[in-house]
């Protein structure tokens, strides 16, 4: 395959759009202040827990392979530095937050 044929093969592929079918439960969300992850030669695991008072409740399971597991790094480091660049460092967010 030549180079043209694999630039209009990617420009179609952008082009298209898939369309994400979200469960109501899924789409709401659910909030997490403590992550754990785990990990085998094979995957990764994050679990994502709520903390209360005396209780600690596991809200959700992510289950990556190693090569995603990178991407989503990348991923979640790219976006911390967007965000501390528009509402400052995450070390000062509770200070921030209590000041308004």
Known sequence: MDNQHKKTNLKNAKQEEEKIL??????????????VLHHTQEEFMIDFLF?????LQMVSRVILSPEHMKRFGKAVENNLKKYE????D???????????
């Open 90 to 100: 995450t070390k000062n967010i509770r200070k921030r937050l209590r000041s308004k």
């Open 22 to 35: 979200i469960h109501p439960e899924v789409h709401k969300g659910v909030y997490s202040n403590v992550a």
């Open 85 to 88: 660049q528009t509402y400052g």
């Open 51 to 55: 903390r209360s008072p005396g209780q």
